[in-house]
């Protein structure tokens, strides 16, 4: 089993929809989870990090975390082209290890 | 302008002549930290170092040698290369709070395209 999970997608909504990202991990990783968006031919860019259970709002992304089930999980609403990309779901083990997920692709059509 | 640079951004080599990719920061990070990226694997940590003379093993290490002798900079070394070691390779670097502690925000380099024949 992977540390850190995600459905690789592609992950296909309309403009303005909400977009829902999906990540699992295992014991391992308990510490932090970060939202990487990566676009095609681009080094990753940190979109939200979470460290305590419930929601994280910033503008239009919304992350949530839920220890218990060990998921984590990034909303985007009101989806615009330009956020077409790749999501990388990473989290950290003993404070200095990263581990990171497969990633899923995200396409919003115009 | 705070960033982290590597070189070469692509390289093609020949399996056996050793190589190194440098990295550097001008953030004064004390954390750094290499990954490669294959399709369908995500970003996989080769190494990591917490500041200067202190370097640690991550997921995928075998193959590859790191040393830390300046804060800004993390070389990546290949002393043997081999054609599964044909990926694209990010450093990163990252603020630490504590000497033990990784929390902040990781800021990548433009990546390194490496491919061995």
């Known amino acids: 089993q992977k540390e850190v999970e995600q459905n690789s997608g592609p992950l296909s909504v309309p403009e303005g929809a909400i977009a829902s990202l999906n990540c699992t991990y295992s014991d391992r990783v308990s510490q932090s989870f970060f939202w990487y968006r990566q676009y095609s031919g681009k080094s990753p860019e940190l979109i939200m990090s979470?460290?305590?259970?419930g929601d994280k709002e910033d503008g239009r992304f919304t992350a949530q975390l839920n220890k218990a089930s060990q998921y984590v999980s990034l909303l985007i609403r009101d989806s615009q082209p330009s956020d077409s990309a790749t999501y990388l779901c990473a989290g950290l083990y003993n404070f200095n290890k990263f581990y990171f997920g497969s990633g899923t692709k995200l396409n919003v059509k115009p | 302008e705070a960033q982290v640079t590597q070189n070469p951004r692509y390289l093609i080599t020949v399996t056996g002549k050793k190589l190194t990719v440098t990295c550097s920061q001008n953030m004064n990070h004390e954390y750094m930290s290499w990954y490669r990226q294959d399709p369908g694997l995500g970003l996989r940590q080769i190494y990591y170092s917490m500041n200067v003379e202190v370097t640690d093993k991550g997921d995928v290490p075998e193959g590859y040698k790191v040393s830390r002798k300046e804060k800004r900079n993390f070389p990546l070394i290949l002393e043997s290369p081999s054609p599964n070691q044909t990926s694209l390779y990010f450093c990163a670097s990252s603020e630490s709070r504590d000497t033990f502690v990784v929390m902040d925000e990781q800021y990548f380099g433009p990546g390194t395209r490496l491919t061995v024949t």
């Open positions: 979470i460290y305590s259970n």
